[in-house]
């Protein structure tokens, strides 16, 4: 059984204005599965939906966003939780952090600008294992830096006082601490130069293989996909349109967008210009008809305006949504 199992999930974000509500269907009917010890990625262009479909399956939910429909089970196996029937937030917050815990995209949203970096991993301790003596904190944070390549002498920083680079090794650790089952892990890269991207991604392997936990990536960086993913699933306006192990994604994509999208990647040594979908994102509170990409896509036709594919597999591991890739 996978250790993580999303079913027909729908979110949207429900909001009021004037009068009028407005549904931004931002997860509208998404399917996945998540083997143990595996780095799924999902990409996608900003605003498809990547980001929100993290937040709802961690149970992240607070309002304007809810979940409408759909499950989200999780198989720790000495234990199985459809995260979205525990209505209590206590209740959720005691499952992240030790079961599943989050990298989120910027680390000051983890720690607070006004206090030690140490109280941080103070306040995540407490709350999971309750009150621990100094020496046996100190022992276990102290052991899990070393892993990391950090000095224990951080601790007294406040994050003002530290690099970008270094408060984002400083969330990857925290979240690493309780060694999680599954890690999210949300744009963690995102404005962090190249160099520095590239050690925060080694120090994600790295973790990942010591603790050998499952790992979920979100970025619309499909380098860092190539480098680090076992398998990829590519979103479009809320849904996802294709899914297959990584190579496969790169060296056989089948959706017309996923095409786009690698078409629209710089080769080494290729100065041509590079072609990418034409037109913009759809807006996701008046979703086109029929399939999602239809507007942008060459190949569209007046069936495809009318008709949702549905993502089906078209090989062994490999699903499409597309009518010219055998939809229906
Ligand atoms: Fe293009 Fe039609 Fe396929 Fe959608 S279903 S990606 S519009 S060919």
């Known amino acids: 059984m996978p250790i993580l199992e999303v ?8 909001t009021e204005k004037y009068g009028r509500l407005y549904r931004v269907k931002a997860v509208d009917g998404v399917s996945f599965q ?4 595996e780095i799924y990625g999902i990409a996608g262009e900003s605003g498809c939906g990547k980001s929100t479909l993290l937040k709802a399956v961690s149970g992240l939910l607070k309002p304007p966003l809810q979940v409408l429909e759909g499950e989200v089970i999780y198989n720790f196996g000495d234990d199985v939780l459809n995260i979205l029937s525990l209505k209590d937030d206590k209740q959720r917050r005691q499952v992240r952090g030790a079961r599943i815990s989050h990298i989120p995209q910027g680390s000051m949203s983890v720690l607070n600008p006004v206090r030690r970096i140490k109280k941080a991993f103070q306040d995540l301790i407490r709350a999971h294992l309750g009150s621990m003596e ?3 904190f100190e022992e276990m944070v102290k052991k899990h830096l070393d892993a990391l390549g950090l000095d224990w002498s951080i601790m007294q920083a406040f994050p003002h006082q530290l690099s970008g680079g270094m408060r984002q090794r400083l969330t990857i650790a925290l979240a690493t601490i309780l060694k999680p089952d599954i890690i999210f892990a949300d744009e963690p890269t995102t404005a962090l130069d190249v160099v520095v991207q590239r050690g925060v991604v080694q120090l994600i392997k790295k973790i990942k293989k010591e603790q050998q936990n499952t790992l979920i990536m979100v970025t619309h960086d499909l380098a860092i996909h190539a480098n680090l993913c076992d398998r990829l699933a590519i979103m479009y306006a809320g849904k996802i349109v294709e899914e297959a192990d990584v190579d496969v994604i790169f060296n056989q994509p089948q959706h ?4 786009m999208l690698l078409k629209s990647l710089p080769k080494l040594g290729d100065k041509s210009i590079r072609v990418s979908a034409p037109g913009a994102p759809p807006s996701l509170i008046h979703t086109p008809s029929g399939c999602r990409f239809h507007p942008r896509c060459p190949e569209a036709t ?3 305006r009318r008709e949702n594919p ?3 597999e078209l090989e062994k591991g ?3 949504a597309c009518f010219l890739k055998g939809g229906c």
């Open 134 to 136: 100094r020496s046996r």
């Open 34 to 37: 998540v083997n143990k010890d």
């Open 7 to 14: 079913k027909e999930l729908k979110a949207y974000y429900i």
């Open 318 to 320: 490999h699903r499409v």
């Open 256 to 259: 017309p967008y996923t095409l």
């Open 302 to 304: 007046a069936h495809c």
């Open 310 to 312: 549905e993502l089906l």
